[in-house]
T-cell receptor, first 112, second 111 residues
Framework: QKEVEQDPGPLSVPEGAIVSLNCTYS??????FMWYRQYSRKGPELLMY????GNKEDGRFTAQVDKSSKYISLFIRDSQPSDSATYLC????????????FGTGTRLTIIP | DSGVTQTPKHLITATGQRVTLRCSPR?????VYWYQQSLDQGLQFLIQ???????AKGNILERFSAQQFPDLHSELNLSSLELGDSALYFC??????????FGPGTRLLVL
């Protein structure tokens, strides 16, 4: 079983819809949670970064972490065609060992 | 633009050969990370350097090695290349835990 599970999709939604992306994890040592966006053949771009449980909002993006359920989410409001990309969740432990463990990524398409 | 640079962008080589990938971190970042992204394995952590010292190792093959130089740039050396080494190789840098910024990657094709 992988440490981080993410539905690979693909996920297609109409423009303007709210998008919900999720990851589950098994390692309770994870304390830092990130969402990256990756366009085709490009490097991952950091979107959101949260520490421990709670919510964080940045513009149209909201990240939620529920450590009790080992479940994280990214919500995209008023989705735009430019949001079409692969979204990767990533996590790291509070150990000084700062490697990131990634989900497999969800491919998202916003239909105009 | 993340501020992390990687060269070359593309690399085509033959099995058994050796290649060197180069990464320059963002200004002020002391940590450099190397990741491999393949279709079947996703993004996998290879190795981390912090201010010239190896800090963490992931699923890095013995045929692969890396180093970080005094000017903080890093090189990933891949030797005795196999077809299965074909992948995207990313470098990331950070100054603190959690905020890793990725470069554009090097696409390696082994024929």
């Amino acid at each position: 079983q992988k440490e981080v599970e993410q539905d690979p999709g693909p996920l297609s939604v109409p423009e303007g819809a709210i998008v919900s992306l999720n990851c589950t994890y098994s390692n309770s040592a994870f304390q830092y949670f990130m969402w990256y966006r990756q366009y085709s053949r490009k490097g991952p771009e950091l979107l959101m970064y949260t520490y421990s449980s709670g919510n964080k909002e940045d513009g149209r993006f909201t990240a939620q972490v529920d450590k009790s359920s080992k479940y994280i989410s990214l919500f995209i409001r008023d989705s735009q065609p430019s949001d079409s990309a692969t979204y990767l969740c990533a996590m790291s432990a509070l150990s000084g060992n700062e490697k990131l463990t990634f989900g497999t990524g969800t491919r998202l398409t916003i239909i105009p | 633009d993340s501020g992390v640079t990687q060269t070359p962008k593309h690399l085509i080589t033959a099995t058994g050969q050796r290649v060197t990938l180069r990464c320059s971190p963002r200004s002020g970042d002391l940590s450099v990370y190397w990741y491999q992204q393949s279709l079947d394995q996703g993004l996998q952590f290879l190795i981390q350097y912090y201010n010239g010292e190896e800090r963490a190792k992931g699923n890095i093959l013995e045929r692969f090695s890396a180093q970080q130089f005094p000017d903080l740039h890093s090189e990933l050396n891949l030797s005795s290349l196999e077809l299965g080494d074909s992948a995207l190789y990313f470098c990331a840098s950070s100054v603190e835990v959690g905020t890793q910024y990725f470069g554009p990657g090097t696409r390696l094709l082994v024929l």
